[in-house]
Nanobody, 120 residues
Framework: QVHLVQSGGGLVQPGGSLRLSCAAS????????MGWYRQAPGKERELVAT???????NYGDSVKGRFTISKNNAKNTVYLQMNSLKPEDTAVYYC??????????????WGQGTQVTVSS
C-alpha cells in the first residue's frame, strides 16, 4: 500500500507564490503518473497538472503559464510551484499518484489534501 504525504499550502496574497510537495512511500514498483487536482467549495474536483514517468506534463487551462509541476524520481516526490496566484485558485489541493506495486498491480492513491487560500 502507498501512502502520500502532502506539505505546503496556506494563505497567500493575490500575486504571490506557494509550493506544494507530495511524497509517496510504500511498496512501489513504478510510478506512471503523478499529479495535482483541486476542489473549491461547491465545485467539482478539477485537474491542475500531471506529469508522467517520461516527464510529459499536462496543465489545466486556468493554470497554464502560472503553475509548474515537477518531480524527483529518487524521492518519489511531486511538486507544484504556483506563481501569480489569484483568488480563484483558492481550493483544497490533492496529490494523485498512479503506480504499480511489487505484484505488478496498478493502483491510484490520493493525498490528504491541503488548503490553499488566496486573499488580501
Amino acid at each position: 500500500q502507498v501512502h502520500l504525504v502532502q506539505s505546503g499550502g496556506g494563505l497567500v496574497q493575490p500575486g504571490g507564490s506557494l509550493r506544494l510537495s507530495c511524497a509517496a512511500s510504500g511498496t512501489i514498483f513504478s510510478i506512471d503518473v503523478m499529479g495535482w487536482y483541486r476542489q473549491a467549495p461547491g465545485k467539482e474536483r478539477e485537474l491542475v497538472a500531471t506529469i508522467t514517468s517520461s516527464s510529459n506534463t499536462n496543465y489545466g487551462d486556468s493554470v497554464k503559464g502560472r503553475f509548474t509541476i515537477s518531480k524527483n524520481n529518487a524521492k518519489n516526490t511531486v511538486y507544484l510551484q504556483m506563481n501569480s496566484l489569484k483568488p480563484e485558485d483558492t481550493a483544497v489541493y490533492y496529490c494523485n499518484v498512479d503506480y504499480v506495486d511489487s505484484r505488478r498491480y496498478s493502483y491510484t492513491a490520493w493525498g490528504q489534501g491541503t488548503q490553499v487560500t488566496v486573499s488580501s
